[in-house]
C-alpha cells in the first residue's frame, strides 16, 4: 500500500486554533487577500467520521471540562494526560481492539494528524504512554473523569428526560438496570480488582459492570456504570441501590413516599414496643436463653427503627428542595427483586417492574397448577400471565400495594419456565398484557450491552489495573451517547449515515478516507470514492447555534430475549 500524501496545506490543520484571524492569515501566506471569501481551506482523513465527532467533542467542550476536572499526578512532556485521555477515547471510537491498535493498527490512528487536530491535538501519542497514564490513575481520578463526563452530558440528558417527562413532568420516565461480565484473558491475576464469578453463564474471573440505561423516545442512552469484582451478586441489591444516586444526580428524582415510611415508622416502633413487653415477662424453664434470643432481636429491631427514622428526616428535606420532581420507573431482572430493595424503592418514591422471582421453587408450581385454564391470559406467543396465583409478597415494612403478575411458558422440549413480575402500576393504569410487554421492553439494556462488547470491544478488560478499566468503562459509557448525540451537531445529505447504526459508524464510516473542507464557519467532510460511503457528506456550521430538542436518529442493535 503506497504512503498517503497529505495535501500541501495539511500542516496548518489546526481546528481548535482556526478563527477567522487564522483563515485571514492563511490567505495571505497564499497570495490572497481576505476579501476571497470563496477560498476553502482543504486537507484530508484516513478516519472520516472521527474528524466529525471530534468536532462534536470540541462543540461540548470535552477538553475544557476535563482540564478543569481531572488532576493525574503525572508529568506533561509532549503530551499532557487529559491528551492521552481524550486520545483512549478517540481509540474506543476508532474500532481499536487493542491499545496497540493505535499505532499498529493497518493504517494507525496516530499517523492521521487530521483527527488528533479534530481533537484539539496536534498529534497523538504512542500508545504506550496513553496506557502510562492509565496507570497512573487512582480512585479519585476515576470520579473526576465520571464528573467531568456528566457534566458534559448533562444537558443532553436532561433534554432527553423532558422529551419523556413532559411539560408537566408527568410522564413516566423509564431506567433499565443490569449486571453484565467481563472475563480476563490471558494471566488472570495480574487484573487487579478481579475475582470469580458467574459471567456470561459460566464460573470465571473477571469484572462485573453494574449499568443504568435511559429509554428516550427513539433512542437509548447510558446514564452511569460501576465496575465491580466479577463476585459482585446483583442478588444482594447492592448494586442498585449503589447506581441510585448516580441515576438521581444525572437526570432527577423522584418524590419520596414520606407518608408510607411514617406508616413504616409506626410499625416498627410496635413491633419494638412489642419485644420490650415480652422481654420483661419471660420467666419459666429456659428463660435464659429465650432471653438472649429476645435481647438480640429487640436490638436489631431498634436499630433498625433509627435507620428508618433517620432516612425519614432525609426524605423530608430531599422533598423540600426537589422542585421539579419526576416519575422514573426502574426494570430489572429476578435477581434485583430482593426485600430490601423493593422496601428501599417505594421509600424512594420509584415506579418499578422488577421479575421478583426465578419460579424454580417446587411449592410455586401447586400455585400455578391450582389457577384455573380461563384466568391464564396469552399475552405472547406460547407466553400466559395470571394475576390470581397466589404467590406471597416481599416482606415489607408496612403494607403497601404491590402488585403481583404471574407468568408461564414452556420450552421446546416441553419444560414450563414459571417467574412473577412485581410492579407499582395499578390495574387501572395498565392491564396485566401490558404489565408483561412492559417488562419485556427491558430487553433494550441486553441490546445495549451487545453493543458495547460488538462494536466497541469491551467483552474483555483492555487494561491490567482496575482503576484504569474503570475509567475505559466510563469513556465506553460516554462513546455510547457520543454516537448518538453527534446528528445534534451534523447535518448529511447521506440517508445511509443518517439511518446508520453505531455500528457502520465506528467500524466504517470511522475507517473511510475523506476530504475536509473549511470555508468561514462551514466545515465539511466528503467521503472519498472507492469507499462504502463515497461522496457522503457531513456538514457542521460552527456558528450557528444547534437546538438540543431535536430528535437523533434510530441507532438500530440486534437484540435477543434471555
Known sequence: ????????????????????????????????????????????????????????????????????????????????????????????????????????????????????????????????????????????????????????????????????????????????????????????????????????????????????????????????????????????????????????ARIGRPLRRVEWVEACLAQQKARVRQLYQQLQTVSGKGSARRKQKLQREFQEEVQHLREVNQRLRQYRQENRTNLAPLRILLRADSAFGTPEVIQRLLELGYEFTIKSYSGSNVAYKHLFDAVPAENWVEVEKNRFASEAVTVPGPTLLAPYPVRLVAMRRWDADGREVRSVILTTLQPEELTTTEVVKLYHGRQTIEAGFQEWKGTFHFGTPRLRKYEANAAFTQLVLFAFNLVRWAWRFLSTNSPKLAEAGSRLLVRVAARCRATIRCLGDTLRLVFSRGTPLAGAEITLNRATPYPYALLTPRMSSCSRET
Not at 111 to 126: C, I, K, M, T, Y
Not at 156 to 169: F, H, Y
Request: hydrophobic share 40%.
Open 1 to 248: 500500500m503506497k504512503k498517503h500524501q497529505s495535501e500541501p496545506n495539511d500542516t496548518w490543520w489546526d481546528l481548535p486554533l482556526l478563527n477567522h484571524h487564522v483563515e485571514v492569515r492563511l490567505m495571505q501566506s497564499h497570495g490572497t487577500t481576505p476579501n476571497i471569501a470563496a477560498q476553502a481551506i482543504k486537507s484530508t482523513t484516513r478516519h472520516g467520521f472521527l474528524v466529525a465527532l471530534g468536532w462534536v467533542a470540541q462543540r461540548l467542550n470535552l477538553v475544557e471540562i476535563l482540564n478543569r476536572h481531572l488532576r493525574i499526578k503525572q508529568k506533561t512532556y509532549a503530551h499532557t494526560p487529559v491528551d492521552k485521555v481524550v486520545e483512549a477515547l478517540v481509540a474506543i471510537l476508532g474500532n481499536c481492539r487493542y491499545m496497540k491498535d493505535l499505532n499498529f493498527d493497518p493504517e494507525p490512528l496516530v499517523a492521521d494528524p487530521a483527527v488528533a487536530q479534530a481533537w484539539g491535538q496536534e498529534r497523538f501519542a504512542h500508545f504506550s504512554t496513553v496506557c502510562a497514564t492509565f496507570s497512573k490513575l487512582t480512585e479519585e481520578n476515576v470520579q473526576q473523569l465520571s464528573d467531568a463526563l456528566a457534566e458534559i452530558q448533562a444537558p443532553l440528558l436532561q433534554q432527553e428526560v423532558a422529551a419523556v417527562a413532559g411539560p408537566d413532568r408527568s410522564g413516566m420516565v423509564i431506567v433499565d438496570i443490569d449486571l453484565t461480565g467481563q472475563k480476563v484473558r490471558g494471566e488472570t491475576r495480574q487484573y487487579t480488582g478481579t475475582d470469580f464469578g458467574y459471567i456470561q453463564g459460566k464460573l470465571a474471573r473477571g469484572y462485573q459492570i453494574a449499568a443504568a440505561f435511559l429509554s428516550g423516545k427513539q433512542q437509548r442512552f447510558a446514564i452511569d456504570g460501576l465496575l465491580k469484582s466479577g463476585k459482585a451478586n446483583s442478588r444482594s441489591g447492592a448494586c442498585l441501590l449503589e447506581l441510585i444516586p448516580r441515576i438521581e
